[in-house]
């Protein structure tokens, strides 16, 4: 699949059936929904309300996302408002979680409990969780100076430990997770020598990280944190990867494009 088309399209999540890839489209202050079980892939921009039959809900270039495990709701990032939006995937629906102002928001990861996101504040410097059901940070890691230039988050599939690319670094770090809490003295590189990293997902035993500046995706194993190959997807730059455990889906903002290939 290439689907192209997209105004800077910048996130990805896989509905928990497979059956749905959602995207962040940036310049067009859309999500689109691209069905992967059927026939051409069709597209379908989603219906954003602040209330049933009321009127649309506008967001702000949506970066990162994320989707619940029943797909119920969809957590989008709003780089340009410093917020995250709330979407009811059965009615539309959209809130903004009352939390403090983020500092461009880029990539999202839920909680094992789904009670929590973490997020990349891109230009904060830092990591933070914060309750789905808003109020305060409930933790927040930020170097003491400017050492760190998160872009994207993800949760391990065990639940305990998160990933954050940065960008700052071409490395790939790690913050230890215990009881759903990030454990904000706990970060460690677990890998380095990317090209601007930007998303990682993980499949098995193996990280997938995207390199934008390198036009490829790179295979590491989880435990060593060893480069186990690299993916040339050029002429791309990737941004935001997602999986369903087979493929790996990636954004590529410059010519509008999302594409999918099989997981080596």
Do not use: C
């Amino acid at each position: 699949m290439s689907a192209t088309g997209f105004k800077y399209p910048q996130g990805l999540a896989v509905s928990a059936d497979g059956k749905t890839l959602y995207v962040a489209d940036a310049n067009s202050n859309s999500v689109i929904e691209i069905a992967l079980d059927q026939a051409n892939y069709p597209e379908h921009t989603l219906a954003l309300v602040t209330s049933p039959g009321g009127p649309s809900y506008t967001l702000s270039s949506p970066t990162g996302i994320a989707v619940d495990g029943t797909s119920s709701t969809l957590y989008i990032a709003n780089f340009s408002a410093g917020t995250i939006s709330a979407v009811d995937l059965s009615n539309g629906v959209t809130t903004t979680l009352a939390l403090a102002a983020l500092n461009n928001p880029t990539g999202l990861s839920l909680s094992s409990d789904g009670l929590s996101l973490y997020v990349a504040s891109h230009g904060g410097g830092a990591v933070l969780q914060v309750p789905v059901s808003g109020g305060a940070v409930t933790a927040n890691y930020r170097p003491g100076t400017s050492v760190l230039l998160p872009w994207d988050v993800y949760l391990a599939p065990a639940g305990s430990k998160l990933y954050v690319t940065d960008t700052l670094n071409n490395a790939l770090g790690s913050l230890s997770i215990s009881a759903g809490t990030l454990q904000t003295g706990s970060y460690a590189t677990a890998a380095t020598g990317f090209n601007e990293p930007m998303g990682v997902v993980q499949i098995g035993s193996y990280l997938f990280v995207a390199n934008y500046q390198g036009q490829s995706i790179s295979k590491v194993d989880a435990t060593t944190g060893a480069l186990v190959k690299t993916i040339s997807v050029a002429p791309n730059q990737p941004f935001f990867l997602a999986t369903d455990g087979t493929n790996l889906y990636f954004t590529d903002g410059n010519d509008g494009s999302v594409n999918e290939i099989k997981a080596p």
